[in-house]
């Protein structure tokens, strides 16, 4: 993980200095444009293992970034950064393929311990079974949840749930990226169907539903899942 490649795309000058020496002092080798079309054209040819993009960008800005890059398939984590009043854009960014948002003002201890969150996500894709906090065992072949070597009773629904957040583990999701994913183009469901499902599988991975520590609320966006 100390070699994992980071590039900042951010055109204030201060911001991206204590980013960079915050990063590199962690151990991460940096790379850094100051305007979108750089920034665009880096993460296009180095293929960075995680962006950090700001949204208001001379050139192109972050949210033509973040399309383009999943246009073509680019699979690296995105975190944009974004100022105070900007919820909609965020929004838009999540359901554009971003992976999660920090505000400015932002804490860069705590952008550090997500980013290597992200980067610790080694795991793969067709693992059979996914332990993803003590004693809590999804297996994907049997479609099956267990605490504890104890079977937990899933609807399809709330195992395609689980099984969906597990994989977008760390990942800040919008409502309607839960429902296109888990409910497809179901017409007859709505944001509300999201919460009413999310309440009801908190009350079988939680300890204490009413205080989460792995399906969490986002204000403003979706949710995020966490893994123990």
Not at 23 to 51: F, H
Not at 199 to 222: N, W
Request: net charge neutral.
């Amino acid at each position: 993980m100390s070699q994992a490649t980071i590039l900042i795309i951010e055109d204030d000058a201060s911001i991206l200095f204590s980013l960079r020496d915050a990063l590199e002092l962690a151990g991460y080798r940096v790379r850094a444009a100051v305007e979108g079309n750089l920034g665009l054209k880096l993460a296009m040819e180095e293929t960075p293992d995680l962006i950090l993009l700001d949204l208001m960008l001379p050139g192109l800005n972050g949210l033509q970034i973040c399309q383009e890059l999943r246009r073509c398939d680019k699979a690296m984590p995105i975190i944009m950064v974004s100022a105070l009043g900007q919820e909609a854009d965020v929004i838009r960014g999540l359901n554009l393929g971003a992976d999660d948002y920090v505000t400015k003002p932002f804490s860069i201890a705590q952008l550090l311990a997500r980013i290597a969150s992200f980067l610790r996500r080694h795991r793969s894709q067709d693992a059979k079974v996914i332990e993803f906090a003590p004693g809590l065992k999804l297996n994907t072949t049997a479609r099956t949840l267990s605490r504890a070597g104890q079977p937990v009773e899933l609807t399809p629904k709330e195992y395609g749930l689980l099984d969906y957040l597990i994989r977008s583990a760390g990942r800040a999701l919008t409502r309607d990226q839960i429902l296109n994913a888990v409910w497809g183009g179901d017409s007859d469901v709505s944001e509300r169907s999201v919460d009413r499902a999310v309440t009801t599988l908190r009350g079988k991975i939680e300890a204490d539903p009413a205080r989460p520590r792995l399906l969490l609320t986002v204000q403003r966006v979706g949710y995020r899942f966490v893994t123990e």
